[in-house]
């Protein structure tokens, strides 16, 4: 019933790396422009990065050369790739969609909760010192 379910949170050490992953549940990500929000207790949801059809992506400057994100349209999954995670990096991470156009590119820039319209129930990262 849920169209879109992360999976992968858990407790890193400070440098260490994570993957997420979102998988679409009766529901093609190859159709929409993709993201990965966080929020950390007592903070706004903020855009971590979105990612168009065709390979446009556009991240935060916080954590710009250290997280990716990347589709996988046979497996209707996106990932978030994290390296050299900070404390500041926890927080419930969330996963989302909107359906786009094909010729829709994205070039910079993190994503806006207000643009996406479908999303997961989120996972939880924990980064520790």
């Known amino acids: 019933q849920v169209p879109l379910v992360e999976s992968g949170g858990g407790s890193v050490q400070v440098g260490g790396s994570l993957s997420l992953s979102c998988v679409g549940s009766?529901?093609?990500?190859?159709?929409?422009?993709m993201a990965w929000f966080r929020q950390a207790p007592g903070k706004e949801r903020e855009g971590v990065v979105q990612?168009?059809?065709?390979?446009?992506?556009g991240y935060s400057d916080s954590v710009r050369g250290r997280f990716t994100i990347a589709r996988d349209d046979a497996r209707n999954t996106v990932y978030l790739h994290m390296n050299s995670l900070k404390p500041e990096d926890t927080a419930t991470y969330y996963c989302?969609?909107?359906?786009?156009?094909?010729?829709?590119?994205?070039?910079?820039?993190?994503?806006?909760?207000?643009?996406?319209?479908?999303w997961g129930q989120g996972t939880q990262v924990t980064v520790s010192s």
């Open positions: 009766g529901y093609t990500l190859s159709s929409n422009c």
């Open positions: 989302a969609a909107v359906p786009c156009w094909i010729f829709r590119r994205i070039s910079r820039g993190p994503p806006e909760v207000q643009e996406y319209t479908t």
């Open positions: 990612a168009d059809r065709t390979g446009g992506t």
